[in-house]
């Protein structure tokens, strides 16, 4: 039988790429969206050539009542969920004594809240059946911080947090909690930097390249199929932060 899995913020960057991966691996994929829906009908028609069938189902993680219906969806075609993978994330960038309660609760809402929600949302049914993966996308920013990007810091270090203490509450049910921190990879996210920027950045990095969304689609996949890692931030960022 298939293995089951929601992905959070699917239409674009990192979760496109890991939806395709995972979709190719046999896995059953529910790809979420919120307001890019084009990219989403796009990726499902891409699989389809392939034949391959993905799920897509537009709903905005920072909305509980929008989240149960996307659980509700999966259960009632499928009876399972066993892998969900929180990806939903955006950035802000500005200065600390600029930012506003609205951007508070824009940024805070979207990287963090949902993560709670969904995973919230989700372990029952990973509890009742004695199984289940979780997998968070954090950030390097989430790991040693990032001038200018306060609050995106802020979101993924608690993602951090979380995925520490809910991997040790879980364990006992056979749940794998575990967290992936990318550097900067090559998505519509950092499309903002200038090449000037990215040359410096790739000055700063061991490997002196930028990373790809399929580095960290195929981690994701090695997360799946490994029965014994949980409790990991796992820094893909081609040396940025050895410590």
């Not at 809240?113 to 993966?133: L, W």
């Not at 997998?135 to 979380?162: C, P, R, T």
């Given at each position: 039988?298939?293995?089951?899995?929601?992905?959070?913020?699917?239409?674009?960057?990192?979760?496109?790429?890991?939806?395709k991966e995972l979709a190719k691996s046999n896995i059953?994929?529910?790809?979420?969206?919120?307001?890019?829906?084009?990219?989403?009908?796009?990726?499902?028609?891409?699989?389809?050539?392939?034949?391959?069938?993905?799920?897509?189902?537009?709903?905005?993680?920072?909305?509980?009542?929008?989240?149960?219906?996307?659980?509700?969806?999966?259960?009632?075609?499928y009876h399972k969920i066993d892998i969900l993978i929180?990806?939903?994330?955006?950035?802000?960038?500005?200065?600390?004594?600029?930012?506003?309660?609205?951007?508070?609760?824009?940024?805070?809402?979207?990287?963090?809240?949902?993560?709670?929600?969904?995973?919230?949302?989700?372990?029952?049914?990973?509890?009742?059946?004695?199984?289940?993966?979780?997998?968070?996308?954090?950030?390097?920013?989430?790991?040693?911080?990032?001038?200018?990007?306060?609050?995106?810091?802020?979101?993924?270090?608690?993602?951090?947090?979380?995925?520490?203490?809910?991997?040790?509450?879980?364990?006992?049910?056979?749940?794998?909690?575990?967290?992936?921190?990318?550097?900067?990879?090559?998505?519509?996210?950092?499309?903002?930097?200038?090449?000037?920027?990215?040359?410096?950045?790739?000055?700063?990095?061991?490997?002196?390249?930028?990373?790809?969304?399929?580095?960290?689609?195929?981690?994701?996949?090695?997360?799946?199929?490994?029965?014994?890692?949980?409790?990991?931030?796992?820094?893909?960022?081609?040396?940025?932060?050895?410590?």
């Amino acid at each position: 039988m298939k293995k089951i899995a929601i992905i959070t913020g699917a239409s674009k960057g990192i979760g496109r790429q890991v939806a395709k991966e995972l979709a190719k691996s046999n896995i059953q994929v529910i790809a979420n969206y919120n307001k890019s829906e084009k990219d989403a009908i796009q990726l499902k028609e891409e699989l389809k050539k392939e034949n391959i069938e993905i799920d897509i189902f537009k709903a905005n993680v920072t909305k509980r009542e929008e989240i149960k219906k996307m659980v509700q969806f999966a259960l009632e075609k499928y009876h399972k969920i066993d892998i969900l993978i929180n990806n939903a994330g955006i950035s802000e960038y500005k200065m600390f004594t600029d930012e506003t309660d609205e951007d508070w609760n824009n940024v805070i809402n979207t990287n963090l809240y949902s993560v709670f929600a969904m995973t919230q949302e989700v372990v029952p049914n990973m509890i009742h059946n004695k199984n289940g993966c979780i997998i968070n996308i954090s950030s390097i920013w989430g790991i040693v911080g990032a001038s200018l990007e306060v609050l995106y810091s802020i979101s993924k270090s608690g993602i951090n947090g979380m995925t520490k203490a809910l991997a040790k509450e879980l364990g006992p049910s056979n749940i794998r909690v575990n967290a992936i921190a990318p550097g900067i990879i090559n998505t519509q996210m950092n499309s903002k930097l200038s090449e000037e920027e990215i040359t410096r950045i790739k000055e700063e990095i061991p490997l002196e390249k930028i990373g790809n969304p399929i580095e960290i689609a195929k981690c994701i996949k090695w997360l799946i199929d490994d029965n014994y890692t949980t409790g990991q931030i796992i820094s893909i960022n081609g040396g940025w932060s050895i410590t």
